[in-house]
C-alpha cells in the first residue's frame, strides 16, 4: 500500500492490512478487520496477536506531542481506535479508547516489554475522546481528554528501542468482533515540550 501524507503531520504513514482514507484536512479513517489486535498476553497459554490495521511513520528526534479526536463505532468488547508507539515487535506502547467487557468506551493504556501489560485509566461518556502521546527526554507520556482542552495523565514510561527508529501512528482493532470503524481527526503534531507532564500542560 502507498504512503500516505496527513496534512497536520511532518512525515509520512505506512498503512497495513486494511485501506486507510483521509478524511477532510486532518484526519484519516479505516475499518478493523474481525479478531484482529495487537496484544501478548502474559498469560502464557494464550497466544500473542500482532494483526491489527496499523498507520505508522518515522518519528522525529527529540521532543515531541502527537494527538488526535478519536470515534469508534464500538460493536463488540475490546473495539478499539489507537495511538501507537512501534520499536519492534517485542517493544511497542499504545493508548486506546476501547469498549470495555461491560460495554463502557474506556481509555486504556498498554506498554509491551516482551509480554504485554494492561490497564484501565476511566470512562467516557459517548464514543469519542482525545488521545496524546508525547517524548520527553526519550521517555513516553500517555494523556487523554473528555473534551480536547483538559487532559488527564494515563501513563509515563520507558520503552528501550534497542538501537531501532521508533515508529508512531494510529491502529485499529476488533479482537472479539467482527469489525469496527474508526476515524481520528483534529490531528495535531508538535515539535515541541510538555511544560508540566503530570498535568498534561
Not at 511513520?57 to 478499539?80: C, H, I, K, M, N
Request: aromatic share 10%; net charge negative; hydrophobic share 40%.
Amino acid at each position: 500500500m502507498s504512503a500516505l501524507a496527513v496534512p497536520p503531520l511532518p512525515f509520512t504513514l505506512v498503512p497495513s492490512r486494511v485501506p486507510w482514507k483521509i478524511v477532510g484536512t486532518d484526519g484519516v479513517r479505516a475499518s478493523a478487520e474481525p479478531g484482529t489486535d495487537i496484544f501478548v498476553p502474559p498469560f502464557p497459554d494464550q497466544p500473542a496477536k500482532l494483526d491489527a490495521a496499523t498507520l505508522l511513520g518515522e518519528a522525529p528526534q527529540g521532543d515531541f506531542q502527537l494527538s488526535a479526536r478519536v470515534t469508534v463505532g464500538f460493536r463488540a468488547t475490546f473495539d478499539a481506535g489507537v495511538l501507537l508507539v512501534w520499536h519492534d515487535e517485542q517493544h511497542w506502547a499504545k493508548l486506546c479508547f476501547e469498549a470495555a467487557p461491560n460495554g463502557s468506551p474506556t481509555v486504556v493504556s498498554v506498554v509491551n516489554r516482551t509480554v504485554s501489560d494492561d490497564a484501565n485509566a476511566f470512562t467516557v461518556v459517548g464514543a469519542t475522546a482525545w488521545l496524546r502521546i508525547s517524548r520527553v527526554d526519550g521517555i513516553y507520556l500517555f494523556h487523554a481528554s473528555h473534551d480536547g482542552r483538559t487532559w488527564d495523565m494515563v501513563r509515563i514510561f520507558g520503552l528501550d528501542s534497542h538501537g531501532s527508529t521508533p515508529q508512531v501512528g494510529f491502529e485499529v482493532q476488533s479482537p472479539t468482533g467482527d469489525g469496527c470503524e474508526v476515524t481520528f481527526d483534529e490531528i495535531t503534531f508538535a515539535p515541541t515540550r510538555l511544560t508540566d507532564p503530570r498535568d498534561g500542560s
